[in-house]
T-cell receptor, first 112, second 111 residues
Framework: DAKTTQPPSMDCAEGRAANLPCNHS???????VYWYRQIHSQGPQYIIH???NNETNEMASLIITEDRKSSTLILPHATLRDTAVYYC?????????????FGQGTTLQVKP | KAGVTQTPRYLIKTRGQQVTLSCSPI?????VSWYQQTPGQGLQFLFE???????NKGNFPGRFSGRQFSNSRSEMNVSTLELGDSALYLC??????????FGPGTRLTVT
């Protein structure tokens, strides 16, 4: 699974969009990009994943560049409850394993 | 649908003791993974069980072990506890090849 790189921390004003970048320049063709978040001392929560097309669900949008070397998670209207550590993880789509390799993630602080 | 449950939520043990943590996956999920989270090392994969068989193992000493039962419930055991084993232990369940659903964790303190 490819290594991912994220900024250690970001701030966002409440009500504004939060854009969290992730670099995965060594990603291979069959690796998906997954995003999880962890609110303080809780278990990580799945947000979204994608292969090469942009994806959107009720929580967020995922924009993957055409060369797939980077992606951006977008929280369209951040609230204080979105303050958390956000993890970007690459994982083979054919993987039949539950193993996830977490990096240090990005600590997002949403401010009033 | 009920989420992943872990028991106990908090635990205090002394060095040298052993501990058993329990995880009940989401109904229908057959894969259970365990993770250790510490401030210094972050989230680290311990092992994964699928259909009562260990399918993957992380880089942890043999003092860490686990098992899975026929109803997919899983336990992990840590023997001869050390101070460095103090951590949040997280369990996650999934169907194969899709997203993991994590439980709230067990906070283990070793004194």
């Amino acid at each position: 699974d490819a290594k991912t790189t994220q900024p250690p921390s970001m701030d966002c004003a409440e009500g504004r969009a939060a854009n969290l970048p992730c670099n995965h320049s060594t990603i291979s063709g069959n690796e998906y990009v997954y995003w999880y978040r962890q609110i303080h001392s809780q278990g990580p929560q799945y947000i979204i994943h994608g292969l090469k097309n942009n994806e959107t669900n009720e929580m967020a949008s995922l924009i993957i560049t055409e060369d797939r070397k980077s992606s951006t998670l977008i929280l369209p209207h951040a609230t204080l409850r979105d303050t958390a550590v956000y993890y970007c993880i690459s994982r083979r789509g054919s993987s039949n394993t539950g193993k996830l390799i977490f990096g240090q993630g990005t600590t997002l602080q949403v401010k009033p | 649908k009920a989420g992943v449950t872990q028991t106990p939520r908090y635990l205090i043990k002394t060095r040298g003791q052993q501990v058993t943590l329990s995880c009940s996956p989401i109904s229908g999920h057959r894969s259970v993974s365990w993770y250790q989270q510490t401030p210094g090392q972050g989230l680290q994969f311990l092992f994964e069980y699928f259909s009562e068989t260990q399918r993957n193992k992380g880089n942890f000493p043999g003092r860490f072990s686990g098992r899975q039962f026929s109803n997919s419930r899983s336990e992990m055991n840590v023997s001869t506890l050390e101070l460095g084993d103090s951590a949040l232990y997280l369990c996650a369940s999934s169907l194969p090849s899709v997203e993991q659903y994590f439980g709230p964790g067990t906070r283990l303190t070793v004194t």
